[in-house]
């Protein structure tokens, strides 16, 4: 059984920073592309970025210079290092394994002063 669980949102004010965290069980992460989705009320989920099981990396623009997603195959864990946060990333956020129907539960991040 596979099971993402993502860790580390909260509350920061604009211009701070988190980190997101995602356990993954029941998959060898080194083995699949993974990425970060969001979702922010009222509108639709978006991706932010991707990693290749390869390590290559997309990101999305409005977070590019900002954001970073990395991952530690021999933890099965995917991060996002999120900087300069702003009140527009204010969302929840999603790990997902690409093209493979798996979903964390999702971690809030919301931005505010």
């Known amino acids: 059984q596979v099971q993402l669980v993502e860790s580390g949102g909260g509350l920061v004010q604009p211009g701070g920073s988190l980190r997101l965290s995602c356990a993954c069980s029941?998959?060898?992460?080194?083995?699949?592309?993974m990425g970060w989705y969001r979702q922010a009320p009222g509108k639709e989920r978006e991706l932010v970025a991707t990693i290749s099981s390869g390590g290559n990396t997309m990101y999305v623009d409005s977070v590019k210079g900002r954001f970073l997603i990395s991952k530690n195959n021999a933890e099965n864990t995917v991060y996002l290092q999120m900087n300069r946060l702003t009140p527009e990333d204010t969302a929840v956020y999603y790990c997902?394994?690409?093209?493979?129907?798996?979903w964390g539960q999702g971690t809030q991040v919301t931005v505010s002063p």
């Open positions: 029941g998959i060898s992460i080194s083995r699949y592309g």
């Open positions: 997902n394994v690409l093209s493979r129907p798996y």
